[in-house]
């Protein structure tokens, strides 16, 4: 039997656990939380669950902030970062399609 890929997007990580995992508060993570930098998962009953990808994205928060940034920098990089990641998915479904259009038309 084949197990399951690990999600790395699901939220399995308490606040103290995510925290301490990151270096950071529990304290800090729930500021960024207020800022829209992360959103982390909720139980049903309301309690914050980090995933793999808010731990890595809480090291990026950190690494921004020791550079020099401050958190409405870091918040403008972030989106920054999206945007571009959205963008380049984009360029590469254009490509894609370009490329089996291109392959359809020409004459053998």
């Keep these: 039997m084949q197990e399951p890929e690990p999600d790395s997007a699901r939220g399995v990580y308490g606040i ?3 925290a301490e995992l990151v270096g950071m508060g529990a304290q800090t993570l729930r500021l ?5 930098l992360l959103e982390p998962s909720r139980s049903e009953g309301g309690t914050r669950r980090y995933s793999e990808d808010d731990l890595t994205r809480l090291r990026r928060i950190g690494r ?10 870091v918040a403008a990089v972030l989106g920054l970062e999206a945007e571009n990641s959205e963008l380049r998915a984009e360029n590469l479904e254009h490509r894609s ?4 259009l291109c392959k359809t038309e020409r004459p053998d």
Excluded at 32 to 36: A, K, N
């Design 16 to 18: 103290s656990v995510a």
């Design 32 to 36: 960024y939380e207020t800022r829209g």
């Design 64 to 73: 921004l902030l020791e550079d020099g940034l401050n958190l409405a920098g």
């Design 97 to 100: 399609a370009n490329s089996r």
